[in-house]
């Protein structure tokens, strides 16, 4: 994606659709399941991973939003889709990906994980999820 369209921000407002169903963001842009939670919040959105992805609400400002989540409690999507990593050879290959022992995580347990480069540069971070002995899912 060009820096000129990473630096736009979009304001979503749901619009009636004249004899169909409500059609708030055009199908050129994938939806992600809390849309309609924040709505009503009056959305300000930018572009994460081919995804709008909410960066503010009712002109709050990122210092207002960090301090009601710091006093409080928030449910919010933040742009990234899972990983499934599956097979006989996942956990050999998330063990090779992962900076810790994934042999030592239980089926039904997750953990915080850093996938790293062959190199050892960070990719990201995230949590990691155990499904079964040969199932993973990362996001």
């Not at 998330?94 to 480069?117: E, H, N, W």
Request: aromatic share 12%; proline share 6%; hydrophobic share 35%.
């Amino acid at each position: 994606m060009t820096n000129q369209v990473a630096n736009f921000q979009f304001t979503v407002r749901a619009t009636p659709a004249k004899g169909a169903p409500p059609n708030e963001l055009a199908h050129t842009m994938a939806r992600h399941p809390l849309i309609y939670q924040e709505l009503p919040y009056n959305p300000q959105y930018s572009i994460y991973n081919r995804r709008l992805s909410c960066v503010g609400m009712d002109g709050e400002t990122a210092y207002d939003v960090y301090w009601m989540v710091r006093r409080g409690v928030i449910l919010r999507h933040t742009g990234e889709l899972p990983l499934e990593i599956r097979g006989p050879d996942a956990e050999k290959l998330a063990d090779l990906v992962f900076t810790r022992d994934i042999r030592k995580m239980k089926v039904g347990r997750c953990s915080y994980q850093i996938p790293c480069y062959y190199d050892g540069g960070m990719i990201t971070d995230g949590v990691l999820m155990r499904l079964a002995e040969d199932r993973f899912w990362y996001g």
